[in-house]
């Protein structure tokens, strides 16, 4: 069986010439994906017909057969058949995975809202309607696709060295996955899942922790077990060495390897207020303006 899939995954590895950050091809790539996910969310964001629960359960599961695609291709056809650690799918950008993926359960007992909120996708188009009120712990999961999904997802096609390979599946995949995490913050947030309230970006909070917690321990692990023949870097918070990250790569040489990842974390969660804050500014502005 290991031979069939070694075999399917070289016959789809097409090489390319590795792109260069900054280079037409991914400046040209990135402003249409990313427009594309913004017109798309909106869009599926103004069709009653399709359900929340249903569209985000569709995304993470075509996230994580993605996500299985890029293992096995790593493992087969980049890393002779040894698993490389790095490429463990817990980074910020993979999390939105794993809650499409349970927002389904986290949604159950949704009511009708007695607010008449029509998404942003409808503005001006046709009358308010009734759409569903999200569960607390379903709105805590929109908020954070919305606000650690976005900062993700820019950032990462801002700066894609970690995705740019010189195969065309594997750098196409880590294109498509950032489009795919700008398309559900800009959905939750039009679709008023997420919670624009400064309360609402306090309460996603908690969920961050746990996920650093757990890249914390994933980290700890593989140090522990199979370094130096592996490595891993779970949100780039491997406390055991520093951080890899401009500028706090130098707060870990000057102050220690603790402090320079406590700051990358810190601004990572002020990066995702400021989106937070522009999210609900711009499409309160979109309500207003209906009105």
């Known amino acids: 069986m290991s031979d069939y899939l070694a075999c399917f995954f070289q016959l789809t590895a097409w090489p390319m010439e590795t792109p260069a950050a900054g280079s037409a091809f991914h400046i040209l790539f ?36 993605s996500e299985l695609y890029k293992q096995g291709f790593l493992y087969f056809a980049v890393n002779g058949r040894r698993y490389n650690w790095w490429y463990f799918p817990f980074q910020l950008c993979s999390i939105p995975m794993y809650l499409c993926l349970v927002y389904p359960l986290a949604a159950r007992g949704q009511r009708k809202s007695l607010k ?23 709105r805590i999961l929109a908020t954070f696709l919305q606000d650690f999904g976005l ?9 894609p060295e970690g995705f740019l ?34 309360a609402g970006f306090a309460r996603c909070l908690p969920l961050y922790l746990a996920c ?45 390897n603790l402090w320079g990842h406590v700051a990358y974390l810190l601004a990572s969660c002020l990066g995702a207020f400021f989106i937070h804050r522009g999210m609900a500014r711009i499409f309160r502005k979109c309500e207003s303006d209906r009105k």
């Open 151 to 159: 900062l993700g997802g820019f950032m990462a096609l801002a700066f």
């Open 165 to 198: 390979y010189p195969y065309w599946t594997l750098t196409l995949h880590g294109f498509l996955w950032h489009f795919l995490l700008i398309f559900l913050g800009v959905y939750c947030a039009s679709r008023r899942l997420s919670d624009f309230g400064e």
């Open 212 to 256: 650093c917690l757990i890249a914390t321990g994933i980290n700890t692990a593989v140090q522990l077990t199979v370094y130096p023949n592996s490595y891993a870097d779970m949100f780039y918070i491997n406390c055991f060495f520093p951080s890899e990250q401009p500028v706090f790569s130098q707060i870990s040489l000057a102050l220690g």
């Open 116 to 138: 008449h909120i029509a998404p942003i996708g409808r503005c001006k188009t046709q009358p308010p309607e009734a759409w569903s009120e999200t569960t607390p712990a379903a």
């Open 30 to 65: 990135a402003c249409t994906g990313i427009l594309s996910a913004i017109l798309a969310a909106l869009f599926l964001a103004g069709k009653k017909a399709v359900r929340p629960e249903r569209l985000l359960f569709a995304c993470g599961l075509l996230l994580a057969l």
